[in-house]
């Protein structure tokens, strides 16, 4: 099995795994330097005015330039050293510890406290956006970052519970006691609660009427409303997709993301960490329910627009974490075009960079020899999504690590369909050599008996067709064939 880093995170400057306690030493919660004095008071001007262009400069210029200087090892001031700043208003103050709570996964290592609190905070966030009036316009690039990180933060919290061994008597007396914090219903009954509140669907279906704007204006409100709770609500299709990814439920996920019609451009393609994400999510997704075709064809379509634009991001917070899932996305389209090979549906700019890459393993991958499936087994491993076991430990000794075994039961699971794949390799090979033949030669030629190679054409005919999300069957073979009564 391929040895990688199974906790590797989903943005960019993770730390490396450790329990120690994040204050650095020195670090004053207390102390606010003149510099995020002037921060917390223009930022929170510009929230009330509705200023969404000098937000998003804030959010995305003044942040991440104060944290390099000034907080670079540290965590940001306490809200409650700010809260005064900014008449303790209490949403901002909520905005504030979501950015701060971010930082600190960034930068630093949370304790299983701070890995509580941030799910505290979240939980008062969407409540505030769900049932409060939230008079507010943000960026969607704010929008979507509230989104990813609550959702990996709960992937990292069910890989942090997942190690028990070395858990102390203190941290499991905590997670005892906290044993709601980041569990999975409440995590996707918050995605699903903005879906439902923000109306999203029916706004879409609207929209292809004629009869409301939403893609056209980015999400954003120009009539003085607020586009938090429905752009939100967006984003969480997306999460959700992400989190039944990570729990190995691709079809849930993939009916999730339904109502975004991925062909087009939308709002998700307004920001590029979430491009990003709902493509490697959704064409993974269809990888493991053996629908290659739509896979290759959409991570054809995203790896060319990364080669396009990737210089344009240098500079972005998110430009690592770009490269990384461009990378992985490669390799998924190797396996992709391994087990379905429809070159063809792939531009020849992300093929020259493919064969690149991945041009000799993918022709030592059509063997299907122990060689061949050590590669896809590799690939498989660097590329996919880190899997989680959302359920609580049993805090009963002995205690055990657990991080591991949704991976391995899904890299079990894409193996298993990689061995089944190896009866189809020569009967591919004669199919496209031959506009017809007799059952009989073909078995001479295969050296199996008839009835041996009826039920291997049957599993053909099985395995290059698959059901795709409205029920229809579907055909991702690149040759196909039918018998005759002759036969």
């Known amino acids: 099995m391929a040895a990688y880093d199974y906790d590797e995170p989903s943005a960019t400057h993770r730390p490396a795994s450790s329990d120690a306690p994040s204050q650095e030493p020195g670090y004053d919660p207390n102390h606010v330097p003149d510099s995020v004095k002037s921060f917390v008071v223009h930022l929170y001007r510009?929230?009330?005015?509705?200023?969404?262009?000098?937000?998003?400069?804030m959010y995305e210029t003044s942040f991440q330039g104060i944290s390099e200087r000034l907080f670079k090892d540290t965590p940001w001031p306490s809200v409650d050293a700010v809260a005064h700043h900014v008449d303790n208003d209490h949403v901002f103050c909520l905005l504030y510890r979501e950015m701060w709570f971010r930082h600190l996964y960034a930068r630093l290592q949370p304790t299983l406290k701070q890995r509580i609190d941030s799910w505290d905070n979240y939980?008062?966030?969407?409540?505030?956006?769900?049932?409060?009036?939230?008079?507010?316009?943000?960026?969607?690039?704010?929008?979507?970052?509230?989104?990813?990180?609550?959702?990996?933060?709960?992937?990292?919290?069910?890989?942090?519970?997942?190690?028990?061994?070395?858990?102390?008597?203190?941290?499991?007396?905590?997670?005892?006691?906290?044993?709601?914090?980041?569990?999975?219903?409440?995590?996707?009954?918050?995605?699903?609660?903005?879906?439902?509140?923000?109306?999203?669907?029916?706004?879409?279906?609207?929209?292809?009427?004629?009869?409301?704007?939403?893609?056209?204006?980015?999400?954003?409100?120009?009539?003085?409303?607020?586009?938090?709770?429905?752009?939100?609500?967006?984003?969480?299709?997306v999460g959700l997709l992400?989190?039944?990814?990570?729990?190995?439920?691709?079809?849930?996920?993939?009916k999730c993301l339904q109502p975004i019609d991925i062909t087009q451009q939308g709002?998700?393609?307004?920001?590029?960490?979430?491009?990003?994400t709902t493509i490697y999510h959704y064409g993974f997704a269809n990888l493991m329910l053996r629908r290659y075709v739509e896979a290759i064809r959409e991570f054809n379509k995203i790896l060319l627009y990364i080669y396009k634009t990737k210089q344009y991001h240098q500079k972005s917070p998110q430009y690592e974490q770009i490269l990384k899932k461009n990378e992985q996305m490669y390799a998924l389209l190797a396996i992709s075009l391994s087990l379905c090979p429809q070159v063809k549906l792939v531009e020849e700019t992300v093929n020259s960079q493919l064969r690149e890459k991945y041009g000799e393993k993918m022709i030592r991958m059509q063997r299907y020899d122990d060689e061949a499936f050590a590669i896809y087994d590799e690939l498989f491993s660097y590329a996919c999504p880190k899997f989680i076991t959302p359920s609580a430990p049993s805090f009963e000794e002995p205690l055990v690590n657990y991080n591991q075994d949704a991976y391995r039961l899904q890299l079990k699971l894409f193996l298993y369909e990689v061995k089944q794949q190896q009866l189809l390799s020569?009967?591919?090979?004669?199919?496209?050599?031959?506009?017809?033949?007799?059952?009989?030669?073909?078995?001479?030629?295969?050296?199996?008996?008839?009835?041996?190679?009826?039920?291997?054409?049957?599993?053909?005919?099985?395995?290059?067709?698959?059901?795709?999300?409205?029920?229809?069957?579907?055909?991702?073979?690149?040759?196909?064939?039918?018998?005759?009564?002759?036969c």
Request: hydrophobic share 40%; aromatic share 12%; charged share 20%.
């Open 46 to 57: 510009h929230i009330r005015e509705k200023n969404v262009y000098e937000i998003h400069q």
């Open 123 to 237: 939980c008062s966030l969407f409540q505030v956006v769900l049932h409060g009036v939230v008079n507010m316009q943000l960026p969607n690039q704010w929008l979507w970052d509230m989104v990813d990180e609550f959702v990996y933060q709960f992937q990292s919290f069910c890989q942090y519970r997942a190690k028990m061994k070395n858990k102390t008597e203190q941290e499991i007396a905590l997670l005892r006691q906290f044993d709601q914090a980041w569990n999975v219903y409440g995590v996707l009954n918050f995605l699903q609660a903005l879906v439902e509140k923000s109306a999203i669907i029916q706004i879409l279906e609207h929209e292809k009427e004629g009869l409301e704007q939403f893609t056209a204006t980015d999400g954003y409100d120009y009539s003085g409303g607020s586009n938090v709770l429905k752009v939100l609500g967006y984003f969480s299709m």
């Open 242 to 254: 992400r989190v039944h990814c990570l729990l190995g439920d691709y079809h849930t996920g993939l």
């Open 267 to 276: 709002v998700y393609t307004s920001v590029i960490g979430s491009h990003i």
């Open 426 to 486: 020569g009967v591919r090979t004669f199919l496209k050599v031959y506009s017809s033949i007799s059952l009989g030669n073909l078995a001479k030629y295969m050296e199996v008996d008839e009835s041996k190679l009826r039920t291997i054409l049957l599993t053909y005919k099985h395995k290059t067709h698959a059901v795709d999300t409205d029920g229809k069957t579907i055909s991702n073979a690149d040759v196909d064939f039918y018998m005759n009564d002759v």
